[in-house]
């Protein structure tokens, strides 16, 4: 059994994270950064690491998803 902590070329491959253990897809080759309300910011750092991780992308995919049912991307 390989480490599962390394990024070879299967992790980005198939979108695999070592949080979850899941395929998400392909993932882009760059991040994003916000910087939110101090609030909310204070409460995602307080989660443990995978589970923050796991809520942020989730969210902001599933807002995003909703939100391109009603408005068409414009490039």
Do not use: C, W
């Not at 910011?41 to 391109?68: F, G, Q, W």
Request: proline share 5%.
């Amino acid at each position: 059994m390989g480490n599962h902590n390394q990024k070879g070329p299967e992790f980005h491959k198939y979108g695999y994270t070592a949080m979850t253990d899941r395929p998400l897809g392909t993932l882009a080759k760059k991040a994003i950064a916000v910087k939110l309300e101090e609030d909310i910011d204070s409460y995602l750092r307080s989660l443990p690491t995978k589970e923050r991780t796991i809520l942020i992308r989730e969210s902001i995919t599933n807002a995003v998803k909703e939100r391109m049912k009603h408005t068409p991307v414009r490039l």
